[in-house]
C-alpha cells in the first residue's frame, strides 16, 4: 500500500490545526465538507427584518463606544435608511473597533433579537460593504480553535482545485456501477467532482434542508462513497489477513482443553459449546483469526476465552489476556489460575500477569518469564502492551471488553506476536503472501476480541465485513432475570431497607455512585459521602468503599474483603456493601451480590447501565437493581435521560439495549468513539443509509476483483494514512 505523503512542516497555528483536523492533503480538504451554510447573497432590509431571523444588512455606522457597565462592551449602532439596529460586542480587538468607526459602511451578518432597544444584533460577523454578493452560499466549516472559517475556506477551496477528483467507480459491468446508481436513488449524472464543487458552493435556491438532513443526491454520492471506501478497506485487510501466517493450533486429543472440561465446575451452555468450536475451527487455520465474541453480561465469556487459551498453549505456543482494568485482570487471574494452573504445573508452565501498578522486582522477574517462554499465559492490563514485554512465541492474543480499548491498543498487541522474530518458527509451509518480495513472513497472533456491549447483529455484519462474529445468545441456566426498578432519590430511606433485608439472607449488595464528567474529585467526596452515610444507616455492617484514585493494592485488599467466599460461615469480616465509582463497570464477579443501586442513573450511558446491572444476578438468587434518579433542579427528566431508563426496565436482554442504544445515540456515535477509538463515518449515516451500505458491500468485492487499482485509488483518496487503522 502507497505510504501517504509525508506532511508538510506545519508552520503557523492555523496550519498545524488543520492538521489536528487531519487535513493533509489537497484531497483531505476537499472531503472537509461544511456542517451548514450561511446566505450572504442578500441583503435585508432592516425595516424587513423579523425577530430571531439571521439576515446579513449593509448600513452606515452612525455611533460607535466602549461602555463599562454591566461589564465592558462595545456598542455600535447602524442605520440602512429603513431602520437602525444595534451591534452589540462583548469581546472585540482595536482593529475592529477601527473598522466599525462612526461613517464606515459595513455589512453585518447575524440573528436579530428585538427589545425595548431597538433591533439588536450580539457578536455579528462584519466587514466593509463593496464588492458583489456571493452567488453561491458561505460554508460553515467543522473546525477547531485557531483555526478561523476565512483561513479553513480558502484551503479547502485550494485542495478543491488542486486535488485530483476523477472518478473511481466503475463506469459499467458491475451491479454497482456508474450506469447502475440511479436504482438506489443516487442519479449517475452527479459526479465525485460535481457533488464537491456543489456541496462546497451551493445555488442559493437550493432547499437547504436537502443539504441539512444529506439527503440531496450530492450527499448521497460522498455517502456512498465513503461507504465504498470502508467496505474496499475492510475487504483488503481481510485478504491481506488471509495471505499472513499464524500458528495452526490443534486441540489434541486428552490435551489441556479437554482436561480444563473436565474441571470445569459446570457443563458449559450449548452457545459457549458452539462458539468454543467457532473459535478452535479459527485457531486450526494458518490464517490468523480475526474474531469478536459478544455476549451479554454474565454469558460466559471468560471460560470460552480459557478453553481457546487452552488448546493455544497446548499446542506449546504463548497466549495474552488483556483486560481494561486491573480489578479485572485479577479477577480473570485468579479464576483462569484456579482452572488451568494445576493443569499447566505438571508441564512446567507457568502464568505470569502485568499491570501497572505492579512492582518493579516483580516485574521484573515476570517480564523474564514471558520472554523465555516459561509464561505460558500472560494476563495483565495496558502494560502487557509495552514496548518491555517480549514474547518469545504468542500465538493468540484475547481482548476482554474490547470496546474499552483504541485501535491503536489493539494493533499493538497484535504486533506482539513479531516481538522476538528471532526465536520462532512457524512450521506451516509458507503460503503466498501479498506482501510478496519481503524477506521473512510476517507471523501474527490470532485475535480474540470479546465485548458485552454488543454491536447490533446486523450491523456487524454488514458493517465490519472484516470480523467474524461470534454470540453468545444464552445464559447459563439458573439465573432467575434481574428485576430493576426506578426509585426517586427523595425516597432513599426505602432504598437503604431493600438492602437490610439483602443483607438479612446473607447476600450482597453493589451502590454505584454517579459518574460526574466535570471532576473526578467531586465523584470522589459523593461515594465518601454516600459511604459515610451507609455506614451510619447500617450498624454493624462491613461497607467498603472503592474507587479509581484508590493505590491498586488497597483497591484488590476492599475487592477481597467483598468478593470473599459466601459459604463460609464464620465470614464475619465479609464486606456487606460495597460502595464504588464505576471502576467495577466491567467483568466484576461476585455471585452472591443479589442487590445493585445506581446513584444518579440519569447520568449513565445506556451500555453502562446495562453493565452495571450485570453485576448482579449471577447465582440463583432473585435479584434486583434499583435506578435512583434525580431530577435535579428541572421539574423532569431530560428525553434521553427518560429513554435510558425506560429501556433499563423494559428489558435485560443486551442486545435490545444495544439496539436502543443505537436509537437514542446513533451508529455514528455507537460505532465511532465506543467501539473503535476513532470515529469512522464522516458522513454516512448506518440506521438511515443501508441502502448504500448494501450497495457498498456488493460492489466492494467485485471492485477489488476486478479493477484493483480503481479500488486501492479509492480507499486511499478516502482514507489515507487511516487505512492502517481501520484493520484493527
Ligand atoms: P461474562 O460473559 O460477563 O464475562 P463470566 O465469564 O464472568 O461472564 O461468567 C459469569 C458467571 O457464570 C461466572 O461465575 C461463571 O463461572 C459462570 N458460568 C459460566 N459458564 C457457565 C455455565 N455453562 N454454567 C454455569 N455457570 C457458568
Ligand atoms: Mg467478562
Known amino acids: 500500500m502507497p505510504a501517504t505523503p509525508p506532511a508538510k512542516p506545519a508552520t503557523s497555528p492555523a496550519q498545524k490545526a488543520l492538521l489536528k483536523l487531519g487535513l493533509r492533503r489537497d484531497i483531505d480538504l476537499a472531503l472537509h465538507l461544511p456542517l451548514r451554510y450561511e446566505d450572504e447573497t442578500r441583503i435585508v432590509r432592516l425595516a424587513d427584518v423579523r425577530e430571531g431571523d439571521t439576515v446579513q444588512v449593509e448600513a452606515t455606522v452612525t455611533a460607535c463606544e466602549v461602555t463599562f457597565r454591566p461589564r465592558r462592551q462595545l456598542l455600535v449602532t447602524v442605520d440602512d435608511g429603513s431602520d437602525t439596529c444595534l451591534l452589540r ?80 467507480l466503475p463506469a459499467s459491468g458491475l451491479p454497482g456501477s456508474r450506469e447502475n446508481l440511479s436504482k438506489i436513488g443516487l442519479q449517475p449524472l452527479w459526479s465525485l467532482r460535481e457533488s464537491l464543487s456543489f456541496l462546497h458552493h451551493p445555488a442559493p435556491d437550493v432547499a437547504l434542508a436537502t443539504l441539512e438532513d444529506h439527503s440531496h443526491p450530492a450527499w448521497q454520492r460522498l455517502k456512498a462513497e465513503e461507504l465504498l471506501a470502508q467496505q474496499l478497506s475492510q475487504l483488503q485487510a481481510k485478504r491481506a489477513r488471509a495471505g499472513l501466517r499464524a500458528p495452526t493450533l490443534q486441540p489434541r486429543r486428552g490435551g489441556l482443553h479437554e482436561q480444563l ?29 480475526h474474531r469478536l465474541l459478544q455476549g451479554d453480561v454474565g454469558s460466559g465469556k471468560t471460560v470460552v476465552a480459557a478453553l481457546a487459551a487452552a488448546i493455544c498453549i497446548d499446542a506449546g505456543w504463548q497466549c495474552a489476556l488483556m483486560t481494561p482494568t486491573e480489578i479485572l485482570a485479577g479477577q480473570h487471574f485468579t479464576k483462569l489460575l484456579g482452572w488451568l494452573e494445576p493443569l499447566l504445573a505438571p508441564l512446567g508452565l507457568r502464568t505470569a500477569w502485568l499491570t501497572g501498578s505492579q512492582k518493579t522486582k516483580e516485574r521484573r522477574e515476570m517480564l523474564a518469564l514471558i520472554e523465555s517462554g516459561e509464561a505460558a499465559l500472560v494476563i495483565g492490563t495496558h502494560a502487557v502492551i509495552q514496548d518491555k514485554v517480549v514474547f518469545k512465541r504468542l500465538a493468540l492474543a484475547i481482548i476482554d471488553e474490547q470496546h474499552r480499548f483504541g485501535v491503536a491498543q489493539r494493533l499493538a498487541l497484535r504486533s506482539k506476536a513479531n516481538s522476538a522474530p528471532g526465536a520462532l518458527h512457524v512450521p506451516a509451509p509458507t503460503p503466498a503472501l501479498p506482501r510478496a518480495g519481503e524477506g521473512a513472513p510476517q507471523r501474527e497472533p490470532h485475535l480474540l476480541m470479546m465485548t458485552a456491549t454488543p454491536i447490533p447483529r446486523t450491523l456487524a455484519m454488514s458493517y465490519y465485513a472484516d470480523l467474524e462474529v461470534s454470540t453468545l445468545d444464552e445464559l447459563p441456566p439458573g439465573r432467575t432475570p434481574v428485576v430493576t426498578k426506578l426509585v426517586h432519590e427523595a425516597r432513599r430511606d426505602e432504598v437503604v431497607e431493600r438492602i437490610r433485608a439483602q443483607l438479612a439472607q446473607g447476600r450482597q449488595v453493589y451502590w454505584v455512585c454517579p459518574l460526574i464528567e466535570e471532576s473526578e474529585a467531586l465523584d470522589l467526596v459523593n461515594a465518601t459521602q454516600t459511604h459515610a452515610a451507609l455506614s451510619e444507616a447500617l450498624p454493624g455492617v462491613l461497607v467498603g468503599l472503592l474507587h479509581s484514585r484508590m493505590p491498586a493494592a488497597e483497591k484488590r485488599a476492599v475487592m477481597a474483603l467483598f468478593t470473599g467466599d459466601p459459604g463460609d460461615a464464620g465470614a464475619a469480616g465479609r464486606m456487606g456493601v460495597l460502595v464504588s465509582t464505576t471502576v467495577i463497570e466491567v467483568g466484576v464477579d461476585v455471585p ?60 435485560g436482554d443486551g442486545f435490545e439495549i444495544a439496539r436502543r442504544d443505537l436509537e437514542i445515540r446513533g451508529p455514528g456515535e455507537f460505532l465511532g468513539a465506543r467501539q473503535s477509538g476513532a470515529p469512522l463515518l464522516r458522513f454516512a449515516d448506518l440506521a438511515l443509509d443501508a441502502d448504500l451500505l448494501d450497495w457498498a458491500r456488493n460492489l466492494a468485492p467485485r471492485m477489488l476483483d476486478q479493477h484493483p487499482e480503481l479500488a486501492e485509488k479509492h480507499v486511499q483518496r478516502w482514507l489515507g494514512g487511516r487505512a492502517e487503522y481501520l484493520k484493527a
Do not use: W
Not at 450580539?122 to 466587514?127: G, V
Not at 459446570?266 to 468450536?277: D, K
Not at 423532569?636 to 435521560?641: I, Q, S, V
Open 89 to 168: 460586542f462583548f469581546s472585540f480587538y482595536p482593529s475592529q473597533q477601527k473598522a466599525l468607526a462612526v461613517g464606515a459602511r459595513i455589512r453585518a451578518r447575524g440573528e436579530v433579537r428585538g427589545g425595548f432597544a431597538g433591533l439588536t444584533m450580539m457578536h455579528p460577523s462584519f466587514r466593509a460593504a463593496g464588492g458583489e454578493l456571493p452567488t453561491a452560499l458561505t460554508p460553515v466549516y467543522p473546525t477547531v480553535a485557531g483555526l478561523p472559517q476565512a483561513y479553513l475556506r480558502k484551503a479547502v477551496l485550494g485542495g478543491l482545485a488542486h486535488a485530483d477528483l476523477s472518478d473511481t
Open 592 to 651: 452472591n451480590a443479589s442487590l445493585m443501586v445506581i446513584e444518579h442513573a440519569e447520568r449513565f450511558g445506556l451500555s453502562q447501565l446495562h453493565q452495571l446491572r450485570g453485576r448482579v444476578g449471577r447465582g440463583a438468587a432473585a435479584s434486583a437493581c434499583v435506578l435512583l434518579y434525580s431530577t435535579g433542579e428541572a421539574p423532569r427528566l431530560g428525553e434521553t435521560a427518560r429513554a435510558r431508563l425506560k429501556a433499563m426496565v423494559e428489558t
Open 261 to 289: 472440561l473436565a474441571v470445569l465446575p459446570f457443563t458449559l451452555t450449548r452457545a459457549q459449546h458452539r462458539v468454543s468450536e467457532e473459535i478452535a475451527r479459527d485457531l486450526a487455520l494458518p490464517a490468523p483469526m
